[in-house]
């Protein structure tokens, strides 16, 4: 079956370090890919997505490239903000059109000042 | 994109008592969901939920325990039936959309005491 693995958390960072989340993937077929992002109190929301081999998703200043040859979406930022404290999740969704949606555990992001 | 909301927002009930929780979506989506989230844990999948059908279950999931009502492409409800302290927990309603891109509501924040 499919299945995501993250790296263990949380990470502790100071404002505009760099920024690198490991995500790892299993899945039979050629599954889409995605990070979401969620901030304290909040639901989740849709970060970037790929959906295929080397297509590479971004926005607010992160980036993820879907690497098959790896089986690896890894998020990157090159200079995070204290705004950017979240729990970040790492999800795949196969094919079919009625997949689900299979995440990661989540990893707890800190920002210092 | 879809914008969900969820009510209520949070509550706090007895032990043997029901509550429901409303789902609404923007814009007309292909597939609905409803997710529980632990305390610092990732997302578990309840159900899918079907217009005009029996909600698709998890396995662990029953629908005595959780029944899901989805009368229209943008609606659903979640029932907690006869909540006990262990359904203390973060429910997520989700949709997805032609595109494939699943988003979610904020949350739904239960207490039982």
């Known amino acids: 079956g499919n299945s995501v693995t993250q790296m263990e958390g949380p990470v502790t960072l100071s404002e505009e370090a760099f920024l690198t989340i490991n995500c790892t993937y299993t899945a039979t077929g050629y599954p889409s890919l995605f990070w979401y992002v969620q901030y304290p109190g909040e639901g989740l929301q849709l970060l970037l997505k790929?959906?295929?081999?080397?297509d590479k998703g971004s926005n607010k200043g992160f980036e993820a490239t879907y690497r098959k040859e790896t089986t690896s979406f890894h998020l990157e930022k090159g200079s995070v903000q204290v705004s950017d404290s979240a729990v970040y999740f790492c999800?795949?969704?196969?094919?079919?059109?009625?997949?689900?949606?299979?995440f990661g555990k989540g990893i707890t992001l800190s920002v210092r000042p | 994109s879809a914008v969900i909301s969820q009510k209520p927002s949070r509550d706090i009930c007895q032990r043997g008592t029901s509550l429901t929780i409303q789902c609404q979506v923007d814009?007309?989506?292909?597939?609905m969901f409803w997710y529980r989230q632990q305390p610092g844990q990732s997302l578990t999948l309840i159900a899918t939920a079907n217009q005009g059908s029996e909600a698709t279950y998890e396995s662990g999931f029953v629908i005595d325990k959780f029944p899901i009502s989805r009368p229209n492409l943008t609606f659903s409800t979640l029932t907690v039936s006869n909540m006990s302290p262990e359904d203390s927990s973060i429910y997520l309603c989700?949709?997805?959309?032609?595109?494939?891109?699943?988003?979610f509501g904020p949350g739904t924040r239960l207490t039982v005491t």
């Open positions: 790929a959906t295929k081999a080397d």
């Open positions: 999800a795949l969704s196969g094919r079919g059109a009625n997949s689900k949606l299979t």
């Open positions: 814009s007309q989506v292909t597939m």
């Open positions: 989700s949709a997805r959309n032609q595109g494939g891109e699943q988003y």
